[in-house]
Structures are given as C-alpha cells and as structure tokens.
Antibody, heavy 119, light 107 residues
Framework: EVQLVESGGGLVQPGGSLRLSCAAS????????MNWVRQAPGKGLEWVSY????????YYADSVKGRLTISRDNVKNSLYLQMNSLRDEDTAVYYC????????????WGQGTTVTVSS | DIQMTQSPSSLSASVGDRVTITCRAS??????LNWYQQKPGKAPKSLIY???SLQSGVPSRFSGSGSGTDFTLTISSLQPEDFATYYC?????????FGPGTKVDIK
C-alpha cells in the first residue's frame, strides 16, 4: 500500500525549531518529487516547499524562505522539513505529498502532523 | 505569483444534483490545474490532475475541463460521500497556489 506518514509535530515557542519527518512506503520513493503543504486552523491549503526526486531542485514559498528547509534521504525513504525561527503564523497541520512530476499535482498525501507555535 | 480564485465559495445541493465549481487563474497556466477533495479532519485527496485526468480510483462522476485561465470541476450526480470542500491548485509555476476552496454541503 502506498503510504506517507508524517511525524515530529508538537508545541514550540516562537523563535524555536522543529524537524518534521515523512516516511514513505509502498512505492519507489527516489522516483518521485515531494512537497510539504500546510493548513492553518480553519483555513485553506498553502503550499510550502517542493523537492525533486534527486533533491537537486528545491523551491519554497516566500512566507517560509530562509526559515524552513526541505530535504530528503532516498536511502531511508524519508522527507524532512527543518523548521527554524518559528512564528505564530506557522501554526498549522503539515502534510507531505507526493508528485509524479512538477506539473502533475500531488497524488498521494500523508495524514498530517500538527505544529503549534505559541508561548 | 499566480492567484487562484474559486466560485462559488460554498453551495448547497441535493443528492443526485449536477454540481459545477469554477476555478480561475490570474494568468495562463496551460492545463496545469489540479483538483482536491477534503473532508473535515482529513487529508486532501487528489481527484483530477492536468485539468481533466482522473486519478486512479476516482469515480467517473467527477470530471474536469478548461485551459488557460478558466477551469471547471463537475460532479455529474452528487453522492452522499461527495459533501466536502474542493480546492483547485495550479502546478504551472512555483509558488504552487491553491484556490480558497468551495464547500459543498447538503441542502
């Protein structure tokens, strides 16, 4: 079964750090591009970051550039999001999502992990 | 950045109704338009990619059309499990942007 499972969410103070993980199974992880998408409480979906299958191409939303870092380990079949200098507005459910390629959208989503930034 | 709008923002419909949701991009995105369904407390589910290609396992009552800046998602005969929020998303260029969503609820 194709599956993405996020972990690492939690409560963190403003200015703090957190590292999210996404474990992939049931497919050849190294053949797929990956994304992080978030959803603030009661709000819509916001794309956060993209990484190509090899890790050579990375993009970020302006709202997270310089603070969040996407990476992947194709040996461990895992995607990561290092979150630094967290702000209240980063509070959201974070989803990892698979893409067949850049243009084809996100076909498989994880269940999400919740990040709460609050003092 | 490419802005995405959707209309209506919400609608009430009955089982068996034909439902159409419109999505508009602020500039041409060719056919790089995708649709997702999200139910409360759940992750989004991919329905359609590349404007009109159905994801595997998605019922044929869902269809998509359009090109350039104007796109539609149509549900030919609404079923009880279709009550949800629907989002369009462009994958033409980063930042990939989503529409604000259309909530479909029971009349």
């Amino acid at each position: 079964e194709v599956q993405l499972v996020e972990s690492g969410g939690g409560l963190v103070q403003p200015g703090g750090s957190l590292r999210l993980s996404c474990a992939a199974s049931g497919f050849t992880f190294s053949s797929y591009d990956m994304n992080w998408v978030r959803q603030a409480p009661g709000k819509g979906l916001e794309w956060v970051s993209y990484i190509s299958s090899s890790g050579s191409t990375i993009y970020y939303a302006d709202s997270v550039k310089g603070r969040l870092t996407i990476s992947r380990d194709n040996v461990k079949n895992s995607l990561y999001l290092q979150m630094n200098s967290l702000r209240d507005e980063d509070t959201a459910v974070y989803y990892c999502a698979r893409s067949v390629s850049y243009y084809y959208g996100m076909d498989v989503w994880g269940q999400g992990t919740t990040v709460t930034v609050s003092s | 950045d490419i802005q995405m709008t959707q209309s209506p923002s919400s609608l009430s419909a009955s089982v068996g109704d034909r439902v159409t949701i419109t999505c508009r991009a602020s500039q041409s995105i060719s056919i790089s338009l995708n649709w997702y369904q999200q139910k409360p407390g759940k992750a989004p589910k991919s329905l359609i990619y590349d404007t009109s290609s159905l994801q595997s396992g998605v019922p044929s009552r869902f269809s998509g059309s359009g090109s350039g800046t104007d796109f539609t998602l149509t549900i030919s005969s609404l079923q009880p499990e279709d009550f949800a929020t629907y989002y369009c998303q462009q994958s033409f260029s980063t930042p990939f942007t989503f529409g604000p969503g259309t909530k479909v609820d029971i009349k």
